[in-house]
Structures are given as structure tokens and as C-alpha cells.
């Protein structure tokens, strides 16, 4: 079935670093693409999506690129805060579905 | 504007038991989901309802889990009697439209249930 996989956490980092989190999919058609973020204590909310290849999503200085070459939707940030501490979710709808990765927790350290 | 409202927040229970959990979702949202989401994994929906119709209830337990949307706003998952892999988180969502490439999910806190 349709499905996302993402990089395995826990993902610790100090202030000002790199992140990148990896997210493939598996898909039988064309999905919709999105990067959920949950902070502590707080409910899932939609970081960013992508609805076609090639399109970019972007949201808080973060971006992913909708890749259908290689099935990839990569989480960036270039330079990470200690608020963006959380568990980040990868998901894809198709047909009115919507389908989530396993989470992949991230703990900047300042 | 008021978000996804959901009760309780912590439910401890016995196997066996029931439990109700409930949903107030965003005023003139059509779309309410329920997920389930197991400690490690990825939230797992159980059932999508399109104001107080059923959309998908395909990965609902049907034997033990029960869902109704009144009226098409509120709404409450019941189990019944619950089983220990049953702990979970319960999210409730809501959206203006039924497709998820249209319209964002937005989620309530969610409601953790613990059976013993």
C-alpha cells in the first residue's frame, strides 16, 4: 500500500546546526506530500507540502522538495533553534487519504 | 479562533473495560478524522467522517471500536471492551475540505489512553 518511511531518530543537535531529516515514499499514483511537526505539549500541525513534482515547500525556514525521481521529500533547515525542537512526520495523501511516517524526534541543544 | 477541542486528556482504564473519548472540531469544518497513534509510530486513521457521514472506516476494529458524528459537528470513539494494545494516543482532526491536498488537518492535543 501507499506508505512514507523516515530516518530513524532520536536526532540531537546544537544551535545553528544543519538538519536533515530523510523521508521516501511508496506510492501507486501521484500524491500529495507534507512535513507535520509536533512541538511539546501541542497538537500536529502542518509544517509544509507539496502537491506535484518538483514543487518546494517552504514554512519557517525549513523547505522539502517534492522529488518523483528518486521518491523523496527531505526535511532541511539550514540553521536549527532550540524551538524547533519536536517530532517531525512525514506524510502523503492520495485518493482523500492521508498516511503518516513514524516520526522522527529532534532535540536541539543551545 | 478556537481549535480542535478533545476529552479527556488521560484516560487509565482496565482491560476489558469501555472507554468513551469525544471531539469538538473546528466550527465549519466538514471533515473530522480519528486517528490512532501507538506509542513509536505514525498516527493510523481509523475513520473519516464528511459532516455525519462515514467517508472510511476501512482500519476501524469494528468488533471492539465505534465511532459517531451527531449532527454532523461533534464526535465520539468509543471501545468497547478494550484490549492492552488499545494504548495509544486517540487524534481527533478537522478540516474544511475532505481532500487533504485542499484543506489542512488541524489536530486537537489528542487523547492518551493507558489500559492496564
Known amino acids: 500500500g501507499d506508505s512514507v518511511t523516515q530516518m530513524e531518530g532520536p536526532v540531537t543537535l546544537s544551535e545553528e546546526a544543519f538538519l536533515t531529516i530523510n523521508c521516501t515514499y511508496t506510492?501507486?499514483?501521484?500524491?500529495?506530500l507534507f512535513w507535520y511537526v509536533q512541538y511539546p505539549g501541542e497538537g500536529l500541525q502542518l509544517l509544509l507540502k507539496?502537491?506535484?513534482?518538483?514543487d518546494k515547500g517552504s514554512n519557517k525556514g525549513f523547505e522539502a522538495t517534492y522529488r518523483k525521481e528518486t521518491t523523496s521529500f527531505h526535511l532541511e533547515k539550514g540553521s536549527v533553534q532550540v524551538s524547533d525542537s519536536a517530532v517531525y512526520f512525514c506524510?502523503?495523501?492520495?485518493?482523500?487519504?492521508?498516511?503518516f511516517g513514524a516520526g522522527t524526534t529532534v532535540t536541539v541543544r543551545a | 479562533e478556537a481549535g480542535v477541542a478533545q476529552s479527556p486528556r488521560y484516560k487509565i482504564i482496565e482491560k476489558r473495560q469501555s472507554v468513551a473519548f469525544w471531539c469538538n472540531p473546528i466550527?465549519?469544518?466538514?471533515?473530522l478524522y480519528w486517528y490512532q497513534q501507538i506509542l513509536g509510530q505514525g498516527p493510523k486513521l481509523l475513520i473519516q467522517?464528511?459532516?455525519?457521514?462515514?467517508?472510511?472506516d476501512s482500519q476501524l476494529p469494528k468488533d471492539r471500536f465505534s465511532a459517531e458524528r451527531l449532527k454532523g459537528v461533534d464526535s465520539t470513539l468509543k471501545i468497547q471492551p478494550a484490549k492492552l494494545e488499545d494504548s495509544a494516543v486517540y487524534l481527533c482532526?478537522?478540516?474544511?475540505?475532505?481532500?487533504?491536498?485542499?484543506?489542512?488537518?488541524?489536530f486537537g492535543e489528542g487523547s492518551r489512553l493507558t489500559v492496564l
Open positions: 482532526a478537522s478540516s474544511l475540505s475532505g481532500s487533504p491536498e485542499v484543506g489542512e488537518l488541524f
Open positions: 506510492a501507486t499514483g501521484y500524491p500529495s
Open positions: 466550527s465549519g469544518h466538514a471533515t
Open positions: 506524510a502523503l495523501s492520495l485518493d482523500y487519504k492521508l498516511s
Open positions: 467522517f464528511q459532516n455525519n457521514g462515514v467517508v472510511d
Open positions: 507539496a502537491t506535484k513534482a518538483d
